[in-house]
């Protein structure tokens, strides 16, 4: 059985065995040939008061966002502090980053905790001035993120080798 991936919706395509488990729900059967539709995330589309509509596209200017980029941005961010109450968004030299509340960026924490993310005595002294409650917050945060907060400790550690500051 051969699999082609369709150039509707994805960039990838060519020949390739797979099993019959692995045929997402968009695919089409024809002569001993699946034809595999790789879906894009579906648009969102919301009526907005004008003044609210104004003040998104502000925020858009502002950062200099496009308008998918800017809503996706916004709606991510707003997602992770209410599930982590104690983390807000700042801006950086390096970009948008989350970090506690009056406090440390998060990958601070998690570079001081170390690669299992886990809240210890260490995590504790290295941050003495911040409750232990929102230590964990921004460490779950970091587990809940792993890959932005490994890219974000990557690059400061190649700045930091390098001696820049």
């Known amino acids: 059985m051969a699999c ?3 150039m509707r ?3 990838v395509q060519g020949p390739r065995r ?3 488990a692995q045929i997402p729900r968009v695919a089409h059967f024809s002569s001993g040939v699946y034809t595999v539709y ?3 995330p579906r648009p969102l589309c919301a009526r907005l008061p ?3 509509e104004a003040e998104v596209e502000r925020v858009f200017r502002e950062h200099q966002w496009r308008p998918s980029q800017g809503l996706k941005t916004i709606l991510q961010e707003w997602l992770a502090t209410e599930k982590f109450a104690r983390i807000e968004f700042r801006e950086t030299r390096a970009g948008r980053r989350a ?3 009056d406090g440390p960026e998060v990958w601070e924490i998690a570079a001081a905790a170390g690669p299992d993310l886990a809240m210890s005595a260490a995590v504790g002294q290295a941050f003495a001035g911040t409750r232990s409650a929102a230590l ?3 460490l779950a945060y970091a587990k809940e993120y792993p890959d932005q907060i490994r890219a974000i400790i990557a690059h400061e550690e190649r700045i930091a ?3 820049l500051d």
């Open 18 to 20: 797979i099993h019959r």
């Open 99 to 101: 970090a506690l509340r």
């Open 4 to 6: 082609r991936f369709g």
């Open 38 to 40: 790789m879906q894009l």
């Open 161 to 163: 080798s390098k001696g």
């Open 9 to 11: 919706d994805a960039a």
């Open 50 to 52: 004008r003044r609210l």
């Open 136 to 138: 964990e917050d921004a």
